[in-house]
């Protein structure tokens, strides 16, 4: 006979994700002071049957995990979107169609692009 086990609150909870949409999302990734959000808007935002869903899953009341959500998923967003951008700290060209950069965190995008060239307009002068 073999024996099974449930899943518990921790493994239940990494399967469900929902995504959230509330104006107050952009300025916690900015710099500067986030703007606070409410219980009753992360309920509205995340909908009540999922919001249950979870808490079920954390071994939570639903009005006790929108409490906890609403004080603490402003700082938890902020701190994953760093103010400033990832710095190169050590770039290199150890060949000439090859450029090596190391950054000090992990960049959200790299933008790769031609180099630029320099080009001017004009008229010739009325002396020429």
């Given at each position: 006979?073999?024996?099974?086990?449930?899943?518990g609150?921790?493994?239940?909870?990494?399967?469900?994700?929902?995504?959230?949409?509330?104006?107050?999302?952009?300025s916690?990734k900015?710099?500067?002071a986030?703007?606070?959000?409410t219980?009753?808007?992360?309920?509205?935002?995340?909908?009540?049957?999922?919001?249950?869903?979870?808490?079920?899953?954390l071994?939570?009341?639903?009005?006790?995990?929108?409490?906890?959500?609403?004080?603490r998923?402003?700082?938890?967003v902020?701190?994953?979107?760093?103010?400033e951008?990832?710095?190169?700290?050590?770039?290199?060209?150890?060949?000439?169609?090859?450029?090596?950069?190391?950054?000090?965190?992990?960049?959200?995008t790299?933008?790769?692009?031609?180099p630029?060239?320099?080009?001017q307009?004009?008229?010739?002068?009325?002396?020429?």
């Open positions: 006979m073999s024996e099974t086990q449930s899943p609150p921790d493994d239940e909870a990494a399967t469900l994700s929902v995504r959230l949409e509330l104006s107050q999302v952009a916690w900015a710099a500067g986030n703007e606070t959000v219980a009753k808007e992360i309920t509205d935002a995340i909908g009540e049957a999922e919001l249950a869903r979870f808490a079920d899953a071994g939570k009341e639903p009005a006790e995990l929108a409490e906890q959500l609403a004080e998923l402003p700082q938890a902020d701190n994953a979107f760093p103010a951008p990832a710095a190169a700290t050590s770039r290199a060209h150890p060949a000439p169609d090859v450029l090596l950069l190391l950054f000090d965190d992990v960049p959200d790299i933008v790769i692009r031609e630029g060239e320099g080009i307009f004009g008229l010739p002068s009325a002396d020429a």
